[in-house]
């Protein structure tokens, strides 16, 4: 392999662990973007998803690296699995913001954010307990499809990865920017008590933020299974880390900026692992982040947050 | 942080003692048949019982006392009767490395059990005391809560001997705390040369006798014994080494590095995984990209599973390797075929499990636990008769049971165990040095995930 060979495949290997972690990196931003709240329970709904997922594709008889389905079967299968995923982990956001997060909602302070850790450790344990603390073998259905681009391997997982990211991530934008309850939410992130005044259900805005925040995880965990064919109840901690120092990087609150900063961080990742060491990687990410909010405190994208006095 | 956050499932929520179970029910449950395979792999296993059963055994085990009393006086009444004492068992029961230590825990279980059936001591019943090495925050083995678990050990006049830990990152957290309290532990599995070492004995032996002793040999063996198989049997040009940033991992890679050099292979890189990553794709392009004609891996389960599959996908044609903590049934379960195929492992002791030679007890221990006995299950069986035979030649000598008598009485032992005769050096090493060479290959005759049948006996490696 040339040295730009080397290069261009580490960008692909980048481009899909970045994938992942801004699809992980935006349900951070969201729900910090309406309550300046960082939400640990995240970690765990990624998990959750990935678990659905695996529930629903075995419900398909999918199993090991048996390639039984193909075509539009095998795509009607993979969607159901997203989906189910989603829904699931959407619920399971629902649930944890209207019975442990709501009835904090007045208390400043800490509070919530050491509930989100609570809760987070629960659900890791339940998926624990309930997966004996196995590694599973997640289902790898797609058929073995690589295409080499002037020797750059790029595998059909890759690729499946990234169009998936890419529609949820144009979708998300389109939701927060074109609809009415995208209008609601951005109003209830910028004053709260302004938008209650004019009329916006606040209660109902932040369940939907959950919601949304919540599915987007499950879809990561679920497309992290396929990805990496593999899953254990342990997979939330590095994935959920880094997501959370893509979201700060690319500026807390701001979705684009979570979705560069989940790009950059991976890239990072795989490119500190070719030219330095994988050793040094953690390293290096870390350090990034701390110069950027010494030097750009709000973030690559982000703008401060609007003063609420 | 670590270990503080935990939420430990299984044995040691209850504390040691409140867990001391009776190994004369753990049989009886064992014989029920039909029982799921699975179920008696994980969790659900002859003599593990649930926290609400736990509780009625410990009554059971009071005999009439109240229950009030009963609590005030655990452990000292237990001592006081004269007759229960406890052998500690700490292994990771939870996590990456459940399974193996499961296999461990059965062969420790069954040696206690034998005894107190056979009354090897008379008018003293043992019990195990199992204490869980793993937390959910490591989700795998955690030094942390192995020095805790050390601790309990220590501080319980009722323990004699222990039997464990699996993982030498563990054993280097509880070898100064068991050294302080002269509490002698037998490892069926931790193979870190450094532990038993006398150059570190500062820092693994303060109490200035040997206390760590083992039924395998050691990473100084396994670690070079490896390298000389890839240059003298495979005859690979070239290595590429990664480890897994544990004091197991680091120590077999460091190893097999030195003698692979020594043997003329060129090493070409050399590089650390986080465990807890899930991407290593960029360093096995790196090792792709570099023309390495084999991988040698050392490290545990946690960082392998995800590290085979991507091995798989990326440079699926160069010969891969790695020791002990691999040889487990999540290279079939989780890492899973094509993924696994032709990977080579390494056992640190003779290949006995299964074979003609130890039919007999690999019959009854599958036919009490439902699961088929490891290596590791052989040398945990023999580190308890190890255990037994010292606290035995301590009672006719007429001494003192006590923790510190058992120890010199381990440091004597000849005994002979399913692996042949048991005899320590110095240092609590043991004497013969034997690594077993072992190759994950599809057998379509059997289940994919059928762990003990889809790795096959290579050679014993070759020793210099």
């Keep these: 392999m040339s040295p730009t060979h080397i290069l261009l495949q580490q960008i692909v290997n980048g481009l899909s662990l970045g994938a992942i972690y801004a699809l992980l990196a935006l349900g951070f931003t969201l729900v910090y973007g309406i309550l300046e709240l960082i939400n640990f329970a995240h970690f765990s709904v990624f998990v959750v998803g990935a678990m659905a997922g695996l529930l629903v594709l075995q419900a398909f008889g999918l199993q090991g690296q048996s390639v039984i389905l193909h075509g539009a079967p095998l795509v009607l299968v993979l969607l159901a699995a997203l989906v189910a995923a989603m829904l699931a982990c959407g619920l399971l956001g629902v649930l944890i913001e209207r019975y442990t997060l709501r009835p904090l909602r007045a208390v400043t302070g800490p509070m919530a954010m050491i509930t989100t850790i609570g809760v987070s450790y629960i659900?890791?344990?339940?998926?624990?307990?309930?997966?004996?603390?196995?590694?599973?073998?997640?289902?790898?259905?797609?058929?073995?499809?690589?295409?080499?681009?002037?020797?750059?391997?790029?595998?059909?997982?890759?690729?499946?990865?990234?169009?998936?990211?890419?529609?949820?991530?144009?979708?998300?934008?389109?939701?927060v920017r074109r609809?009415?309850?995208?209008?609601?939410?951005?109003?209830?992130?910028?004053?709260?008590?302004?938008?209650?005044?004019?009329?916006?259900?606040?209660?109902?805005?932040?369940?939907?933020?959950?919601?949304?925040?919540s599915a987007l995880a499950g879809a990561a965990g679920m497309i992290f299974g396929l990805y990496y064919n593999f899953a254990d109840y342990n997979i939330g901690y590095t994935a959920g880390l880094m997501a959370f120092t893509a979201a700060v990087l690319g500026g807390i609150g701001n979705i684009p900026g979570a979705m560069l900063g989940g790009v950059i961080i991976g890239l990072i990742?795989?490119?500190?692992?070719?030219?330095?060491?994988?050793?040094w990687a953690d390293v290096i990410v870390f350090s990034i982040l701390i110069g950027t909010l010494v030097f750009r405190p709000a973030g690559l994208l982000g703008a401060l947050a609007p003063n609420r006095s | 942080m670590r270990g503080s956050y935990s939420f430990p499932i299984g044995p040691e929520r209850d504390g040691g003692v409140a867990m001391s179970y009776r190994l004369d029910r753990a049989a009886r449950c064992g014989e029920d048949a039909g029982r799921p395979r699975v179920d008696a792999l994980i969790g659900r296993r002859p003599g593990m019982k649930e926290i609400s059963q736990m509780h009625l055994s410990r009554r059971h085990m009071l005999g009439g006392l109240g229950a009030a009393a009963g609590f005030m006086a655990l452990g000292g009444a237990a001592l006081a009767a004269g007759k229960t004492y406890r052998i500690g068992v700490t292994?990771?029961?939870?996590?990456?490395?459940?399974?193996?230590?499961?296999?461990?825990?059965n062969g420790i279980l069954l040696a206690i059990d034998q005894a107190n059936k056979a009354g090897?001591?008379?008018?003293?019943?043992?019990?195990?005391?199992?204490?869980?090495?793993?937390?959910?925050?490591?989700?795998?083995?955690?030094?942390?809560?192995?020095?805790?678990?050390?601790?309990?050990?220590?501080?319980?006049?009722?323990v004699l001997v222990n039997i464990g830990p699996e993982m030498s990152g563990s054993g280097k957290a509880m070898a100064p705390i068991?050294?302080?309290?002269?509490?002698?532990?037998?490892?069926?599995?931790?193979?870190?040369?450094?532990?038993?070492?006398?150059?570190?004995?500062?820092?693994?032996?303060?109490?200035?006798?040997?206390?760590?002793?083992?039924?395998?040999?050691?990473?100084?063996?396994?670690?070079?014994?490896?390298?000389?198989?890839?240059?003298e049997t495979l005859r690979v040009p070239s290595s590429y080494i990664l480890d897994d940033s544990g004091a197991y991992g680091v120590g077999l890679a460091d190893a097999f590095e030195k003698q692979a050099k020594a043997k003329g292979i060129t090493v070409?890189?050399?590089?650390?995984?986080?465990?807890?990553?899930?991407?290593?794709?960029?360093?096995?392009?790196?090792?792709?990209?570099?023309?390495?004609?084999?991988?040698?891996?050392?490290?545990?389960?946690?960082?392998?599973?995800?590290?085979?599959?991507?091995?798989?996908?990326?440079?699926?044609?160069?010969?891969?390797?790695?020791?002990?903590?691999?040889?487990?049934?999540?290279?079939?379960?989780?890492?899973?075929?094509?993924?696994?195929?032709?990977?080579?492992?390494?056992?640190?002791?003779?290949?006995?499990?299964?074979?003609?030679?130890?039919?007999?007890?690999?019959?009854?221990?599958?036919?009490?636990?439902?699961?088929?006995?490891?290596?590791?299950?052989?040398?945990?069986?023999?580190?308890?008769?190890?255990?037994?035979?010292?606290?035995?030649?301590?009672?006719?000598?007429?001494?003192p049971l006590t923790a510190a008598n058992v120890r010199d009485a381990i440091q004597a032992s000849k005994v002979e165990g399913l692996q042949g005769t048991i005899v320590f050096d110095r240092n609590g090493d043991l004497a013969q040095h034997m690594v077993t060479v072992f190759q994950f290959a599809y057998d379509p005759k059997y289940r994919a995930t059928d762990f003990p049948h889809q790795y096959r006996y290579v050679s014993v490696a070759p020793q210099n």
């Design chain 1, 123 to 175: 659900l890791v344990n339940l998926v624990l307990l309930l997966t004996r603390a196995q590694s599973l073998n997640y289902p790898d259905p797609l058929p073995a499809m690589t295409a080499t681009f002037g020797g750059v391997t790029v595998s059909g997982k890759a690729v499946m990865i990234w169009i998936v990211a890419a529609i949820l991530m144009i979708a998300l934008d389109r939701f």
């Design chain 1, 179 to 213: 609809t009415r309850l995208g209008q609601a939410m951005r109003a209830v992130a910028q004053d709260q008590e302004a938008a209650r005044m004019m009329g916006v259900d606040v209660d109902r805005v932040i369940l939907v933020t959950f919601f949304v925040a």
């Design chain 1, 269 to 279: 990742d795989t490119l500190g692992s070719q030219y330095i060491a994988a050793k």
């Design chain 2, 91 to 105: 292994l990771p029961l939870t996590g990456a490395d459940a399974e193996p230590a499961h296999l461990i825990l």
């Design chain 2, 120 to 158: 090897a001591l008379p008018g003293i019943t043992l019990e195990a005391m199992v204490l869980n090495n793993a937390t959910t925050t490591a989700g795998e083995y955690d030094p942390a809560q192995a020095a805790t678990n050390a601790r309990k050990l220590v501080g319980d006049p009722g």
């Design chain 2, 178 to 231: 068991l050294s302080m309290g002269m509490l002698a532990t037998i490892t069926p599995s931790s193979t870190s040369p450094s532990i038993t070492d006398p150059a570190f004995a500062a820092e693994f032996d303060p109490g200035g006798k040997p206390i760590y002793f083992r039924t395998v040999t050691t990473d100084a063996y396994q670690g070079p014994d490896m390298a000389n198989f890839y240059a």
């Design chain 2, 268 to 399: 070409l890189g050399r590089d650390r995984l986080d465990p807890r990553a899930d991407d290593y794709t960029a360093v096995v392009t790196k090792i792709e990209a570099s023309g390495a004609a084999s991988l040698y891996f050392g490290g545990g389960m946690q960082a392998a599973v995800k590290l085979v599959k991507q091995c798989h996908d990326i440079v699926p044609k160069i010969v891969k390797g790695g020791g002990d903590g691999i040889l487990s049934p999540e290279m079939v379960t989780a890492a899973g075929f094509p993924a696994a195929e032709g990977w080579y492992v390494t056992s640190a002791s003779p290949h006995l499990a299964g074979t003609p030679a130890l039919q007999k007890w690999s019959d009854l221990y599958t036919r009490t636990y439902g699961v088929q006995p490891s290596d590791y299950s052989v040398t945990a069986y023999d580190a308890t008769l190890v255990a037994i035979a010292a606290i035995q030649s301590v009672t006719k000598a007429g001494k």
